[in-house]
DNA sequence: GACAAGATTGACT
DNA sequence: GTCAATCTTGTCC
């Protein structure tokens, strides 16, 4: 039967669909973490993107279709998850900063040992792949996918009034893009928000 | 083939 | 607040 597409919206543009991906659900198995803090990369046209060189052996399947999965190393210890968004060939993607725990669960406190505290479980890129065990293997699987191990379900709409917006965490280069997006207050944040003008709060606007 | 840098985290002062 | 760990990827010669 004609399924509805509820994420048709990924193809955007990263920067401006950012904001959409707060309040949505990643699931794997009994695993469910609220999203509640993304950044925002434009492909080629943006520096600080694996993908601004084009694609290579690891930023691949960035430029493929959006809703699929990228994962990366990152330092070579962590790994990193981003939603791929745009259209294909554009090497766009969200990387997903924090999440939280809808709960915590007994494998998230397992594989998070160091976490003594729920917001610890998923208050980071590299934290909250480890508590919701994602790696490696699930390189480009389809998040949109009904049997997937790793899937985006919509969860409650975001107030467009509640979205913070900020400049991007640990980058080089573009830093002065704010396309990093957060729930306001949202105690899973990975980092607090910059005061004054770098870190401005919504609406969104543009 | 060699080397520098990196979308982070956690321990330590 | 400062800094080391750890190793893969991408770039350059």
Known sequence: M???QPFSWLEGRASRIAPRLLGTKLMRGDRVGLIVEVEAYEGQADAASHAFRGPTERSR???DRAGLLYVYRSYGVHWCANVVC???GQ????????????PPT???WADRPKARAPSDLGSGPGKLCAAMGIDGSHYGLDLLGARSPVRLVAGPEVDPARVVVGPRIGISKA???????????????SRPWPKGPAGQR???GK
């Open 2 to 4: 004609a399924q509805e």
């Open 61 to 63: 399947v960035m430029f």
């Open 86 to 88: 745009g259209s294909v």
């Open 91 to 102: 090497g766009s993607a969200l990387l997903i900063r924090a999440i939280e725990p809808m």
């Open 106 to 108: 007994e494998g998230m």
């Open 175 to 189: 830093t002065e893009r704010p396309w990093r997006f957060a729930i306001a207050g949202n105690p899973h944040v």
């Open 202 to 204: 919504g609406p969104l």
